[in-house]
Each structure stands twice: as C-alpha cells, then as structure tokens.
C-alpha cells in the first residue's frame, strides 16, 4: 500500500493512493487513529487492507495538498556519514559507530511543496535519502528482528545549509532550518519492500543526475540502524529514521553545485516513487 497524508479542502487527514486516487482514511477511522502516525501499527494497517477492498477514492491525487508523510512524528533521527564514497568524497574517516544527529517536523514539507533556501545562506545543499518508518514500539530490537518494527519506506531529502552546518562540529545547526527538507510522496508498506538493501536511490537538479546509489552501499544497513538507536531511545510507531546520504552532494562538486530559487529537486527510489520539490527563497523580515 502507498500510504500518505494531505489536506483537502482546508483540512488535514491521511490515506491509501489508489490508482489516481485517495481513499481518505481520516475520515473513515479518524476515531479510533487521529493521523497515519497512530495507524501504523499492525491491527490498524490490517483494517486499513480490508476497507480498501470494497472502497472507492475520494479525491483525485492532482486535487490534494500533500504534506509530510508524517506530518506529527515523535522523533526523526537522521544518519550522518553512512556511505562509503560520501566519505571519501568529504576527505573523512568512516565512523566506527553510527553518527546520528535529529530533524524536526517543521523542517520539513510535502511532496510539491516549496524547499525554502534561507536568505542567511547561500550554501543551500540537496541530498537524497532512503527512510524508514516505525510501526511497532522498538526497544533493545535485535537486527535479526529490526525489520519486523518497520511500517514502510518513503523518499527523503536531508536539506543542509552547509556554512551554519560548519559552525561547530555539530551539525544539527545546519539540519533544522524551517522547510529545508522535505519527505513523501508517500509511505509504500514493509511487505512490498521485503529486502530494503535492494533499493536504488538517484537524486536530480533541475533534470540532472547528480546521486545514484543503491542501499547495498550503506556502512551500516536499516536493520543495523534500528538496533542501534533502539538500544540508546524508544522508538515509536511513526518514527523516521533517514538512513544516510551517498556521494554526490553539491558541496564537494567543482564548483560547488548549491540550490536557490527556481531550482527543483527530485528524489527517486525504485518501488517508491518519486519525491518533487521546487526551491524558493526566503523572504527578509521587514
């Protein structure tokens, strides 16, 4: 199933795509899960499965908002550094350990909607990645069994602000600028993605390539990932966990490849679609 969340008509809710539709499943079940983060778990996705059976769409896909795939998570945890050619490419050591750094919701936006270069920067970075999204509580979950606590995947793009990025030797500064990133289109469920080392991840500028990568490339795999972190804080179902960015980012091309208003960035993932998002500046206060 490709689950996602959007607006229509002024109001929030969240859905299955069906063909050139929506289902708008807010509206079905929005007593009993207030939004798709809280029907992740698996009795509700199995409920979910059953009512797409006999019902129809709602709205069309081009009619619709979209929004964050989770617009509300409790937590987005974010992986620095987990390729090996981006480390290369960056001059690094490869970590021994995950590097994990946080994001928050509201640096993010829809599938369609406008990244916002921030007029404090003009070192404003792309960079593609793969997400995964929680649906069962994890909690010291083993890599055996990681992949049992995953609801689904989405497209994600980690926007980075490269000078504030480079302040210290933190690089949340750099991570958390309002509307930097984005995630969507949708969520496509575990259980059509039994083998997320197989997916194919390609980011373009403006209709160019500049990544292209699988996750087979990743230092340390999705269900490495989720053992880890789930051994240092709880995970909970609608938790997005951004796996990491491959080589290609605009900050080590010659020149600098930076995105600025009327740029569009596409992030691909085979079996998931494709996230699309124009780039626009930010308006000075007055």
């Known amino acids: 199933m490709r689950l996602l969340s959007f607006k229509y008509d002024g109001k929030e809710?969240?859905?299955?795509?069906?063909?050139?539709?929506?289902?708008d499943l807010g509206r079905r079940l929005g007593d009993r899960y207030a939004s798709l983060r809280y029907a992740l778990i698996p009795a509700a996705l199995s409920e979910i499965r059953k009512l797409c059976g006999s019902a129809r769409p709602d709205y069309a896909l081009d009619a619709i908002e979209f929004l964050p795939v989770i617009p509300n998570p409790d937590k987005i945890v974010c992986i620095g550094r987990n390729y090996g050619a981006h480390v290369k490419e960056g001059n690094r050591e490869v970590p021994e350990k995950p590097m994990l750094f946080p994001r928050y919701p509201s640096s993010h936006v829809g599938h369609l909607q406008p990244l916002v270069r921030p007029f404090v920067s003009t070192s404003f970075d792309y960079e593609g990645e793969i997400a995964c999204v929680i649906g069962r509580e994890a909690r010291h979950v083993s890599a055996a069994r990681a992949l049992d606590f995953v609801a689904g995947y989405t497209c994600f793009e980690d926007g980075s602000v490269r000078d504030w990025q480079r302040h210290t030797d933190q690089v949340m500064a750099g991570k958390i600028f309002w509307h930097s990133g984005a995630i969507g289109p949708w969520l496509v469920t575990s259980d059509e993605i039994p083998d997320p080392s197989k997916l194919m991840l390609t980011t373009r500028v403006n209709g160019q390539q500049v990544q292209h990568s699988g996750a087979d490339q990743m230092i340390f795999d999705i269900p490495h990932l989720i053992e880890y972190i789930s051994t240092i804080i709880d995970l909970q179902p609608g938790d997005?966990?951004?796996?990491?960015?491959?080589?290609?980012?605009?900050?080590?091309?010659?020149?600098?490849?930076?995105?600025?208003?009327?740029?569009?960035?596409?992030?691909?993932i085979s079996g998931i679609g494709v996230l699309r998002n124009p780039v626009i500046d930010e308006k000075r206060p007055d």
Do not use: C, H
Request: charged share 30%; net charge negative.
């Open 240 to 268: 997005i966990i951004a796996t990491g960015t491959p080589e290609g980012i605009g900050l080590r091309r010659k020149p600098p490849l930076f995105v600025k208003e009327g740029d569009t960035v596409e992030i691909e």
């Open 13 to 23: 809710s969240y859905g299955v795509v069906e063909g050139d539709g929506v289902i």
